[in-house]
């Protein structure tokens, strides 16, 4: 663990995205490095993750958000980004595209997996709910969630709970939770600049099916055209 190292990464990248910021943000933000940096030595956090949570902070923290990360929600659940302003609130989940060695032969259905397991878990907690990536990583987000909550059905649920079961069935998602969980924004985060970029996700999505050339249906499944 080289914590001089992730310290003086941090502090590098808290620079280089506020450039042009005033002395509040950057001290906000140099200030959420340091929290990075605490969990850092609980070996609770690694780079690549911190990194982009921080950019996204600094995001937050310009627009006038209180911002908080590694933000315990509940007993087990902790959100990346957490932030406040006024009586609204926001929690970004990052996702690094990480495959763990079991699903090394089925990386797409456990991504697709993972994601809809975070915007049923997480999305209720807070009064917007958004995802978070890095530029050179392409969500595949299940259309179901972009669907308004009121033209959704119980057998494109019913479809989705058996995608999240596979990987993500402690506690079990429910159909109640899935039927109510949406994805407001993507943060597409560009760490090499510091800067991110927000979007809807009807946007995000048309972008995505051009950048992969697959195309799949509310259950997330892939359909080949």
Same mark, same amino acid.
């Given at each position: 663990?080289?914590?001089?190292?992730?310290?003086?990464?941090?502090?590098? %990248?808290?620079?280089?995205?506020?450039?042009?910021?005033?002395?509040? &943000?950057?001290?906000?933000?140099?200030?959420?490095?340091?929290? %990075? &940096?605490?969990?850092?030595?609980?070996?609770?956090?690694?780079?690549?993750? +911190?990194?982009?949570?921080? @950019?996204?902070?600094?995001?937050?923290?310009?627009?006038?958000?209180?911002?908080?990360?590694?933000?315990? *929600?509940?007993?087990?659940? =902790?959100?990346?980004?957490?932030?406040?302003?006024?009586?609204?609130? *926001?929690? &970004?989940?990052?996702?690094?595209?990480?495959?763990?060695?079991?699903?090394? *032969?089925?990386?797409?259905?456990?991504? /697709?997996?993972?994601?809809? +397991?975070?915007?049923?878990? $997480? +999305?209720?907690?807070?009064?917007?709910?958004?995802?978070?990536?890095?530029? +050179?990583?392409?969500?595949?987000?299940?259309?179901?969630?972009?669907?308004?909550?009121?033209?959704?059905?119980?057998?494109?649920?019913?479809?989705?709970?058996?995608?999240?079961?596979?990987?993500?069935?402690?506690?079990?998602?429910?159909?109640?939770? %899935?039927? /109510?969980? /949406? =994805?407001?924004?993507?943060?597409? @985060?560009? &760490?090499?600049?510091?800067?991110?970029?927000?979007?809807?996700?009807?946007?995000?999505?048309?972008?995505?099916?051009? $950048?992969?050339?697959?195309?799949?249906?509310?259950?997330? *499944?892939?359909?080949?055209?």
């Amino acid at each position: 663990m080289d914590v001089r190292r992730f310290r003086g990464d941090l502090r590098t %990248l808290a620079h280089r995205a506020c450039i042009g910021d005033g002395d509040e &943000v950057k001290t906000k933000v140099l200030a959420t490095a340091d929290v %990075l &940096v605490g969990l850092y030595k609980k070996n609770l956090v690694k780079i690549n993750h +911190s990194a982009l949570e921080l @950019v996204c902070a600094r995001n937050l923290i310009k627009r006038g958000y209180e911002v908080k990360v590694e933000h315990r *929600l509940d007993g087990s659940l =902790v959100c990346d980004v957490f932030g406040a302003k006024g009586e609204g609130t *926001l929690i &970004v989940e990052i996702e690094t595209g990480f495959i763990p060695p079991e699903a090394a *032969l089925q990386p797409a259905a456990y991504a /697709r997996s993972r994601i809809a +397991s975070k915007i049923a878990r $997480y +999305s209720r907690f807070a009064g917007k709910f958004a995802l978070g990536t890095a530029r +050179s990583y392409v969500l595949d987000i299940p259309p179901f969630f972009i669907t308004p909550a009121g033209l959704r059905t119980s057998i494109e649920a019913e479809g989705i709970k058996t995608l999240t079961d596979v990987y993500y069935s402690k506690p079990p998602i429910t159909i109640p939770e %899935l039927m /109510r969980a /949406r =994805v407001h924004s993507i943060f597409v @985060v560009d &760490v090499d600049s510091g800067t991110t970029e927000e979007l809807d996700p009807e946007t995000y999505m048309r972008r995505a099916s051009s $950048y992969s050339g697959h195309h799949y249906n509310a259950q997330g *499944l892939y359909v080949n055209q």
